[in-house]
């Protein structure tokens, strides 16, 4: 059971460069996610895709754009990386949440991005 | 705003009993999470608990919420080494377009002594 796949898991970039990340959910899902993870600050949404074809600034979209290529994958794209963008990246899926439905997320293993 | 608030670190003993806190501000929310988070891993959905209930338990865990003061609690008992992860503390957050919106606290760090 893959659940949330996400590659890569590590990255090492130079300030400036290009990077897209990864994910792929095989849940049949039809929302998906990502966030960014930094030392004491939890989580924050940068973007969702509540179903495919849609696309939504999350808290923290700047520098940052996506893509919801089919139902299954969900990329994330650095245009130009800044070191403030050095974090771990978060993809996850779920399915939409109606009205008072039970509806988790569940989320891949994380890729860990340094900005030089 | 919305907002999730927990301490970033609780130490306690083998065998004890840990409870980790957190408040929360949005009390339309329908669901508390509490997601478990192991070093080098993604996080895992640990417990949820419906707003209209209480208490919830699911074998060493107990969920306890108090929805006067938007207070959330987690007990673990008989903590073992295993339970050596970051918690973090979760709150839906209904009408947000039909995505699944849930907003995070920061973690709890949760160390155990022998």
């Known amino acids: 059971n893959a659940g949330v796949t996400q590659t890569p898991k590590f990255q090492v970039l130079k300030t400036g460069q290009s990077m897209t990340l990864q994910c792929a959910q095989d849940?049949?899902?039809?929302?998906m996610y990502w966030y960014r993870q930094d030392p004491g600050m939890g989580l924050r949404l940068i973007y969702y895709s509540a179903s495919e074809g849609t696309t939504d600034k999350g808290e923290v979209p700047n520098g940052y754009n996506v893509s919801r290529l089919n139902k299954r994958e969900f990329s994330l794209r650095l245009e130009s990386a800044a070191p403030s963008q050095t974090s771990v990246y978060f993809c996850a899926s779920s399915e939409p949440s109606g009205q008072g439905s039970f509806q988790p997320q569940h989320f891949g293993d994380g890729t860990r991005l340094s900005i030089l | 705003g919305e907002d999730v608030e927990q301490s970033l670190f609780l130490s306690v003993r083998e065998g004890d009993s840990s409870v980790i806190n957190c408040t929360y501000t949005d009390s339309s929310s329908t669901y508390l999470y509490w997601y478990k988070q192991e070093p080098g891993a993604g996080l895992q959905l640990l417990t949820y608990?419906?707003?209209?209930?209480d208490m919830k338990q699911d074998q060493r865990l107990t969920v306890l919420l108090n929805k006067k003061d938007k207070h959330l609690s987690l007990r673990i008992a008989d903590t073992q080494t295993g339970d050596s992860a970051i918690y973090f503390c979760a709150e839906s957050a209904p009408g947000y377009s039909s995505a699944s919106k849930i907003i995070f606290g920061s973690g709890t760090r949760l160390s155990i002594r022998p």
């Open positions: 608990i419906f707003s209209n209930m």
């Open positions: 849940m049949n899902h039809n929302s």
